[in-house]
Protein backbone atom coordinates (compact mmCIF):
# COMPACT_ATOMS: atom_id res chain seq x y z
CA UNK A 1 0.00 0.00 0.00
CA UNK A 2 1.33 3.28 -1.04
CA UNK A 3 2.39 5.26 2.41
CA UNK A 4 0.66 8.74 1.36
CA UNK A 5 -1.63 10.03 -1.29
CA UNK A 6 -2.37 13.46 -1.91
CA UNK A 7 -5.54 15.34 -3.25
CA UNK A 8 -7.22 18.06 -3.33
CA UNK A 9 -5.12 20.40 -5.69
CA UNK A 10 -6.81 22.89 -8.12
CA UNK A 11 -7.09 25.83 -9.83
CA UNK A 12 -8.47 28.47 -7.74
CA UNK A 13 -9.02 32.38 -8.09
CA UNK A 14 -7.53 34.83 -5.01
CA UNK A 15 -9.02 34.58 -1.57
CA UNK A 16 -10.75 31.14 -2.63
CA UNK A 17 -10.21 28.37 -0.17
CA UNK A 18 -9.10 24.66 -1.03
CA UNK A 19 -8.76 21.19 1.42
CA UNK A 20 -6.13 19.70 0.83
CA UNK A 21 -6.44 15.38 1.98
CA UNK A 22 -3.38 13.66 2.78
CA UNK A 23 -4.44 9.38 2.74
CA UNK A 24 -2.21 7.90 5.26
CA UNK A 25 -1.48 4.04 5.42
CA UNK A 26 -2.12 2.23 8.58
CA UNK A 27 1.72 1.25 8.92
CA UNK A 28 2.58 5.18 8.17
CA UNK A 29 0.12 6.51 11.06
CA UNK A 30 2.43 4.56 13.05
CA UNK A 31 5.08 7.11 12.34
CA UNK A 32 6.18 10.60 14.23
CA UNK A 33 4.04 13.62 12.35
CA UNK A 34 2.86 14.19 9.33
CA UNK A 35 3.82 17.12 7.43
CA UNK A 36 2.92 19.33 4.23
CA UNK A 37 5.71 20.36 2.51
CA UNK A 38 5.30 22.79 -1.74
CA UNK A 39 7.52 23.33 -4.13
CA UNK A 40 6.78 26.35 -6.63
CA UNK A 41 9.15 26.54 -9.89
CA UNK A 42 12.33 27.05 -9.56
CA UNK A 43 11.98 27.67 -5.58
CA UNK A 44 13.38 25.41 -2.98
CA UNK A 45 10.83 22.89 -0.88
CA UNK A 46 9.25 25.04 2.01
CA UNK A 47 7.44 23.36 5.18
CA UNK A 48 4.30 24.57 5.11
CA UNK A 49 2.73 22.44 8.86
CA UNK A 50 3.32 19.40 10.64
CA UNK A 51 0.92 17.56 12.97
CA UNK A 52 2.19 15.38 15.47
CA UNK A 53 0.49 12.25 15.47
CA UNK A 54 0.67 11.52 18.77
CA UNK A 55 0.26 14.80 21.08
CA UNK A 56 -1.69 16.69 17.74
CA UNK A 57 0.28 19.36 18.45
CA UNK A 58 0.70 21.72 15.21
CA UNK A 59 3.44 23.64 13.55
CA UNK A 60 2.57 26.02 10.59
CA UNK A 61 4.83 28.47 8.92
CA UNK A 62 5.06 32.29 9.50
CA UNK A 63 4.63 32.55 5.61
CA UNK A 64 0.73 30.72 5.88
CA UNK A 65 -0.05 31.37 9.56
CA UNK A 66 -3.52 32.66 10.23
CA UNK A 67 -4.52 31.29 6.85
CA UNK A 68 -3.48 27.75 6.71
CA UNK A 69 -4.68 25.19 9.49
CA UNK A 70 -3.53 21.56 9.78
CA UNK A 71 -5.49 19.03 10.93
CA UNK A 72 -6.18 14.93 11.01
CA UNK A 73 -8.76 12.26 11.42
CA UNK A 74 -6.86 8.91 12.36
CA UNK A 75 -10.27 7.21 12.59
CA UNK A 76 -10.25 7.94 8.17
CA UNK A 77 -6.38 7.97 8.28
CA UNK A 78 -6.13 11.36 6.69
CA UNK A 79 -4.29 14.48 7.62
CA UNK A 80 -5.86 17.82 6.00
CA UNK A 81 -4.57 21.36 5.13
CA UNK A 82 -7.14 23.84 5.01
CA UNK A 83 -5.96 26.44 3.55
CA UNK A 84 -8.08 29.89 3.41
CA UNK A 85 -7.49 33.16 1.47
CA UNK A 86 -5.48 31.85 -0.99
CA UNK A 87 -2.89 33.84 -3.23
CA UNK A 88 -0.92 33.54 -6.63
CA UNK A 89 2.46 32.75 -4.22
CA UNK A 90 0.95 29.98 -2.84
CA UNK A 91 0.82 28.46 -6.08
CA UNK A 92 2.99 25.45 -6.06
CA UNK A 93 2.92 21.66 -6.02
CA UNK A 94 2.16 20.62 -2.78
CA UNK A 95 2.94 17.22 -0.87
CA UNK A 96 2.45 15.72 2.52
CA UNK A 97 5.20 13.37 4.10
CA UNK A 98 6.09 11.01 7.29
CA UNK A 99 8.50 11.58 9.91
CA UNK A 100 9.35 8.61 11.75
CA UNK A 101 10.53 10.35 15.10
CA UNK A 102 10.55 13.33 17.05
CA UNK A 103 10.50 16.04 18.40
CA UNK A 104 9.39 18.07 15.86
CA UNK A 105 9.79 21.72 16.87
CA UNK A 106 12.37 23.60 15.46
CA UNK A 107 13.06 20.29 12.56
CA UNK A 108 9.93 19.94 11.42
CA UNK A 109 10.38 22.13 8.49
CA UNK A 110 13.58 19.55 7.25
CA UNK A 111 12.73 17.51 4.29
CA UNK A 112 15.61 15.36 5.01
CA UNK A 113 14.23 14.41 8.34
CA UNK A 114 11.27 12.82 6.46
CA UNK A 115 10.77 8.88 5.38
CA UNK A 116 7.93 9.08 2.82
CA UNK A 117 6.30 11.39 0.27
CA UNK A 118 3.56 11.54 -1.44
CA UNK A 119 3.24 11.96 -5.29
CA UNK A 120 1.97 15.77 -4.71
CA UNK A 121 -0.90 17.57 -5.41
CA UNK A 122 -1.20 20.71 -7.76
CA UNK A 123 -2.24 23.95 -6.53
CA UNK A 124 -2.63 27.08 -8.97
CA UNK A 125 -3.88 30.46 -8.12
CA UNK A 126 -4.88 32.69 -10.42
CA UNK A 127 -5.03 36.96 -9.80
Known amino acids: QVPLVESGGSLVQSGESLNLTCTVS????????IGWFRQAPGRAREGVSC????????YTADSVKGRFTISGDNAKKTVYLQMNDLNPEDTAIYYCAARPQGPDRGIWTHSDSYDYWGQGTQVTVSS
Open 26 to 33: PDTLNYHS
Open 51 to 58: LSLGTGST
